[in-house]
Each structure stands twice: as structure tokens, then as C-alpha cells.
């Protein structure tokens, strides 16, 4: 026999309308009662989804770390995109950042949210936290295994990056890459070495570099720069950075240092945040659809039964001066990759 809602009562030792508000996510319980209904639900294998709550609120969450001015252009935008789409569904969204050393589950009692939007960077234990909140969840630029999420293609950004500057003929490309505990990071990383390997070509390690940890994303990607330029062996002809905010800090450590961009280095980011088309020289990266990315996460996440838990959306080259010396360079390596160049 099917375990009921006033199995779950029972076992829990409250009423079934406390089942029904707690199963809900409805406020007007204490955490420790939710979590108790909730586990003896999972105990008895009662399924939360036959009472199939309705959500009103969702919290945006973004680590603190992504809210410098370095990260917000990206951010930002998908933040807007996540606000549309909840307007559109009559959904109220919030915003919360927060550290490692903030205590999440009660930061989010404060907001009362029915459902839970992740984006970018979490720690491990912040990720569990939620998930063992067992409240309807979407990673936005994150994954984990068994969860929903939506991403960027990063591991295709790379290979038009890399393949871009393959065809203008650099040969010796660096990349300035971030902490490879970021799901987004590390796929460009990957991407990046794979791409030498698909061309034929051999991958000298020493050319990829990792800003320091210590350091804020811009300073971090200059010293970065610094380390590649001033490393014993051959200069590289091309750097790939992580994300636009990294390539234009590469940008103007090499400019300082009296080289030319693209002449003497070429430079390619990702993201095409509004700074990169107004570089001098304007910086060559790849486009991403940053509210989409919002967006489809709260499409995802009130998905009763979606057919992939992982949605990846697609990006393009955005071929710019700080690649190519001419407009003849521009249309062999758009011929070669098979793009319309703006």
C-alpha cells in the first residue's frame, strides 16, 4: 500500500496540515519541524511532488566572491535574466550572496524561498546545505551530478578560440585561467589544451598559467601576464584568458611593456562583456547570451519532468582587432572556421 500523507503525519508526530506547509515550503513552521516532516517523508518513500507546491519566491544565490566589479558584468546579466523570467511567471525573486562562513540555511529562512537558483562558484558544503533543504534547486554556470542545471558551452568556447588563433597562425598560445574548482573555468581549461591535440600540435604546459588566489581578479591576471612574458624559452604569440576581465588586464601589461596587440601578441577572452568592444584595440572574445542563461535556469527549475537534468547553451566568436593585423587576416581565419565576421 502507497505510504500516505497521514503516514507521514504520524511518523513525524504533527498534523497533516503541518505535513502539507512543510512539504510545501509554506512558511509559519520552524526549520527543525520542516526538516523532520521532510525526513520522515524520505524515510517512508512519500513523494513530495503529489502535492505539487506552487512556487511564489526564489532566491537568487551568488557567492560573495562574485560580487566585485571584475564578476558583476557577467553576473549581473544573468541576474536580469532570472528577474524576467520570474516576472513573467508571477514569481517574486531575491537576491542573497553569501560566504563560506555565513550559516546559508539561515540566511535563506530570512527570504522564505519555494525554490533556489545557484550561480556560479559554491563551496561543497554550501551545495549539500542545499541540497538537503530538498526545495525545488537549478545550478546557473555550476554543476553537480544529479542536480539540474544550465550552462554555457565553455568547452566549444575554447576550441573557436583556440581554433580562431590556430588558423592566424599562432602556434605558442598561453592561458591565463582562474581556480579550477569553478565548473565553468575548468571546462575552458580543458577545452584549451584539448584543442592542441585535435590540431596536432604539442601543448608546452608552462604556457598555462593560473592567477593567484590571493589577489583580485584584475591584479591576479596582470601578474599572470607578468609570469608568461617574463618566463625563460620562446614568448608566446597568442594568449587565451579564462574571461574577458583577464585578457584586457593581459592586454595592458603587454601594451605597457612596448609589445603589439595582435602584431607582436594576439588576445581572445570570454564572455563579451560590454568593456571588450571598447578596448583599444577591441578585444576578440566569445559571445555569450548571459540573461538566457538566467533565464533558462527558472525554465529548467519548473520543469515537472525535464528530458536532460544539464541544458547547455551555445556561444560564438566574436572576431575583433586585438586577433587579427588586417581585415585579409579576419576573413581567412572567419573562411577557416567557417563564421561571418561583424
Known amino acids: 500500500m502507497a505510504t500516505t500523507i497521514r503516514d507521514v503525519a504520524r511518523a ?10 512543510a512539504l510545501k515550503n509554506q512558511p509559519g513552521l520552524s526549520e527543525a519541524t520542516r526538516l523532520r516532516v521532510v525526513e ?9 511532488a503529489q502535492l505539487r507546491p506552487r512556487i511564489r519566491r526564489l532566491t537568487f544565490l551568488l557567492h560573495r566572491q562574485h560580487n566585485n566589479v571584475a564578476a558583476s558584468p557577467f553576473f549581473s546579466h544573468v541576474l536580469h535574466g532570472v528577474e ?18 555565513d550559516d546559508i540555511v539561515d540566511q535563506l529562512r530570512l527570504h522564505a524561498p519555494d525554490a533556489i537558483a545557484v550561480a556560479g562558484f559554491v563551496e561543497p558544503e554550501t551545495l549539500a546545505a542545499l541540497v538537503a533543504l530538498q526545495r525545488p534547486l537549478v545550478l546557473i554556470d555550476l554543476w553537480a551530478p544529479n542536480l539540474r542545471s544550465v550552462n554555457l558551452d565553455n568547452a566549444a568556447g575554447a576550441a573557436l578560440a583556440m581554433q580562431h588563433l590556430f588558423a592566424l597562425k599562432r602556434r605558442r598560445v598561453a592561458f591565463i585561467g582562474g581556480s579550477l574548482a569553478h565548473y565553468s573555468i575548468a ?19 608552462s604556457l598555462e598559467v593560473t592567477i593567484d588566489a590571493g589577489l583580485d581578479p584584475d591584479a591576479g591576471a596582470a601578474r599572470a601576464m607578468q609570469r608568461i612574458l617574463d618566463a625563460p624559452g620562446p614568448a608566446p604569440d597568442a594568449v587565451f584568458a579564462y574571461n574577458d576581465a583577464a585578457a584586457l588586464a593581459a592586454m595592458r601589461v603587454c601594451l605597457a611593456r612596448g609589445l603589439s596587440v595582435p602584431h607582436d601578441i594576439a ?23 548571459k540573461e538566457a542563461l538566467g533565464a533558462r535556469g527558472v525554465e529548467l527549475l519548473l520543469e515537472d519532468a525535464p528530458a536532460e537534468l544539464e541544458v547547455r547553451l551555445p556561444v560564438q566568436l566574436i572576431p575583433r582587432a586585438s586577433t587579427a593585423v588586417s581585415l585579409d587576416a579576419f576573413s581567412t581565419a572567419s573562411t577557416f572556421l567557417g563564421i561571418t565576421t561583424p
Open 12 to 21: 513525524a508526530s504533527v498534523s497533516i496540515g503541518t505535513v502539507s506547509r
Open 40 to 48: 520522515a517523508a524520505r524515510r517512508l518513500g512519500y513523494d513530495p
Open 84 to 101: 524576467h523570467a520570474c516576472r513573467e511567471r508571477g514569481i517574486v525573486p531575491s537576491l542573497l550572496t553569501a560566504g563560506p562562513t
Open 187 to 205: 571546462q575552458r581549461a580543458l577545452g584549451y589544451r584539448r584543442a592542441f591535440f585535435e590540431a596536432g600540435l604539442l601543448f608546452d604546459p
Open 267 to 289: 588576445i581572445v577572452g570570454f564572455d563579451d562583456i560590454p568593456a571588450a568592444a571598447h578596448s583599444v584595440p577591441p578585444l576578440t572574445t566569445i559571445a555569450v547570451d
